[in-house]
């Protein structure tokens, strides 16, 4: 089955304790982005990645981390989580071959806290 | 740069009744068109998309939507609403010519009463 795959769904965390949250995709592709979700703020993109080793800033990347090593894998790293981390996360995945914006696979979400 | 406003932010409606949300857009080219829907607990779906053509767009689960550039507005409907159709819809505009810079709106709560 074609899916994102993101871990953990829930993590609840100390500030300053550095976690990855990660996220998998089975379907060959070659874009991938993270988002985070807030009431009242929709989806904000964080960061983005066109293939392995390209990846660049979205709208809000402060105190964030990606990395693009292979192409099914890209893991969110936070190195010094703060309780403004808290929020509902989102992996993404498309392929180009659909054409600039293909619709967007989603994952199935992962909610932080930071306290 | 691009914006997406969706201007009601809940929504009730009775099962059976017929369904519109609203979206506006600001671009200034053509845009690409979305529209997503996410259920409690899970990632969002696309439910439909537009990127040129019939401006009257179907999509998965008996929605549609036109685009009317005049009013930049790329408004869902659906002519009878299901229990299960209680979520949150987003919808997105991308750039065109651009690869993958999509901006979402802050999303409309459906809430279905029996």
């Known amino acids: 089955e074609a899916q994102v795959t993101q871990n953990p769904r829930y993590l609840i965390t100390v500030t300053g304790k550095k976690l990855t949250v990660t996220c998998s995709q089975n379907?060959?592709?070659?874009?991938m982005s993270w988002y985070r979700q807030d009431p009242g703020l929709g989806l904000r993109q964080i960061y983005y990645?066109?293939?392995?080793?390209?990846?660049d800033k979205g709208d809000v990347p402060e105190g964030y981390k990606v990395s693009r090593k292979e192409k099914r894998n890209f893991p969110l790293i936070l190195e010094s989580p703060s309780p403004n981390q808290t929020s509902l996360y989102f992996c993404?995945?498309?392929?180009?071959?659909?054409?600039?914006?293909?619709?967007?696979?989603f994952g199935n979400g992962t909610r932080l806290t930071v306290t | 740069a691009q914006s997406v406003t969706q201007p009601d932010i809940h929504i009730t409606v009775s099962e059976g009744a017929s369904l519109e949300l609203r979206c506006n857009y600001s671009?200034?080219?053509?845009?690409?068109l979305f529209w997503y829907v996410q259920s409690p607990g899970q990632g969002l779906q696309l439910l439909l998309k537009y990127f040129s053509g019939d401006t009257l767009v179907q999509g998965i689960k008996g929605f549609e939507a036109e685009f009317k550039r005049s009013q930049s507005s790329f408004n869902l409907r659906k002519p009878s609403v299901h229990w299960s159709d209680a979520a949150e819809y987003f919808c997105?505009?991308?750039?065109?010519?651009?690869?993958?810079?999509?901006?979402f709106g802050i999303g409309t709560k459906l809430q279905v009463i029996p």
């Open positions: 990645s066109m293939n392995v080793e390209v990846t």
């Open positions: 379907m060959n592709h070659e874009y």
């Open positions: 993404a995945s498309s392929s180009p071959q659909g054409g600039y914006n293909s619709p967007l696979h």
């Open positions: 997105a505009v991308g750039v065109s010519g651009g690869y993958q810079k999509v901006t």
């Open positions: 671009y200034g080219a053509t845009p690409y």
